[in-house]
């Protein structure tokens, strides 16, 4: 019910665009807001397959893009990457109809959960499965990360990524300092390190 009242109501905004287009927007950010539990980052991986994957609105290098970009910004992050998409396959609505498949069923949800929860929020049930989520959250943000250390790899090579990842570790887990510093001297360093071209790319898979 929920699910069908919302996509009606943005369906409603749309006048002389594609509606398909607006359904699988909704579809697609709907199932990752759902889905995505452990919080903002957990759902990335599932924005990932459903943008990358399954709608193929974009591709890998441009998704990994738009979250290295999203994270130099104030805001939380899967709110970004959604507003930025649906606007990028179906300008305003499409941006308005993605951060609302996003944001609204969850903080609905999370509200009658939570009034319902509350009550038995010191159970062992309650806590059990509160804690069972984030090793779920923890792979599915892994996976998504040794995806982007492999794309990482087709475009710089093995030798530059591996110095970049120690580099990430030491300086927002060691030093501390803030990640979008780092990302903003990635970007910097970016126009300074050449990446493979697509003719040295293809030998590489081939090896």
Same mark, same amino acid.
Request: hydrophobic fraction near 55%; aromatic fraction near 12%; proline fraction near 3%.
């Given at each position: 019910?929920?699910?069908?009242?919302?996509?009606?109501?943005?369906? $409603?905004? !749309?006048? =002389?665009?594609?509606?398909?287009?607006?359904? &699988?927007?909704?579809?697609?950010?709907?199932?990752?807001?759902?889905?995505? &539990?452990?919080?903002? @980052?957990?759902? +990335?991986?599932?924005?990932?397959?459903?943008?990358?994957?399954?709608?193929?609105?974009?591709?890998?290098?441009? %998704?990994?893009? +738009?979250?290295?970009?999203?994270?130099?910004?104030?805001?939380?992050?899967?709110?970004?990457?959604?507003? &930025?998409? /649906?606007?990028?396959?179906?300008?305003?609505? #499409?941006?308005?109809?993605?951060?609302?498949?996003?944001?609204?069923?969850?903080? %609905?949800?999370?509200? $009658?959960?939570?009034?319902?929860?509350?009550?038995?929020?010191?159970?062992? %049930?309650?806590?059990?499965?509160?804690?069972?989520?984030?090793?779920?959250? =923890?792979? *599915? +943000? /892994? !996976?998504?990360?040794?995806?982007?250390?492999?794309?990482?790899?087709?475009? *710089?090579?093995?030798?530059?990524?591996?110095?970049?990842?120690?580099?990430?570790? !030491?300086? *927002?887990?060691?030093?501390?300092?803030?990640?979008? @510093?780092?990302?903003? #001297?990635?970007? /910097?360093?970016? %126009?300074?390190?050449?990446?493979?071209?697509?003719?040295?790319?293809?030998? !590489?898979?081939?090896?």
């Amino acid at each position: 019910m929920l699910y069908a009242s919302l996509r009606n109501c943005t369906l $409603l905004w !749309v006048k =002389g665009s594609d509606r398909m287009i607006h359904r &699988y927007i909704f579809l697609a950010f709907f199932r990752a807001g759902m889905l995505g &539990y452990g919080g903002g @980052l957990s759902a +990335i991986p599932i924005m990932h397959r459903e943008v990358v994957t399954v709608y193929r609105w974009m591709e890998a290098e441009e %998704f990994a893009d +738009i979250i290295a970009l999203a994270n130099t910004l104030p805001g939380p992050v899967n709110t970004k990457i959604a507003g &930025y998409v /649906g606007w990028r396959v179906a300008g305003f609505w #499409g941006m308005m109809n993605a951060l609302i498949a996003s944001v609204i069923p969850t903080a %609905f949800l999370m509200v $009658l959960i939570l009034t319902t929860l509350n009550a038995f929020k010191d159970s062992a %049930f309650v806590q059990g499965m509160t804690k069972a989520v984030l090793p779920v959250a =923890g792979v *599915m +943000i /892994g !996976v998504l990360a040794w995806d982007f250390v492999r794309l990482s790899k087709k475009t *710089m090579g093995w030798a530059i990524t591996i110095v970049f990842l120690i580099i990430s570790i !030491v300086v *927002m887990e060691l030093l501390h300092i803030h990640p979008a @510093l780092l990302i903003a #001297g990635f970007i /910097g360093a970016a %126009f300074v390190i050449p990446t493979k071209k697509k003719g040295e790319e293809k030998r !590489v898979d081939k090896q």
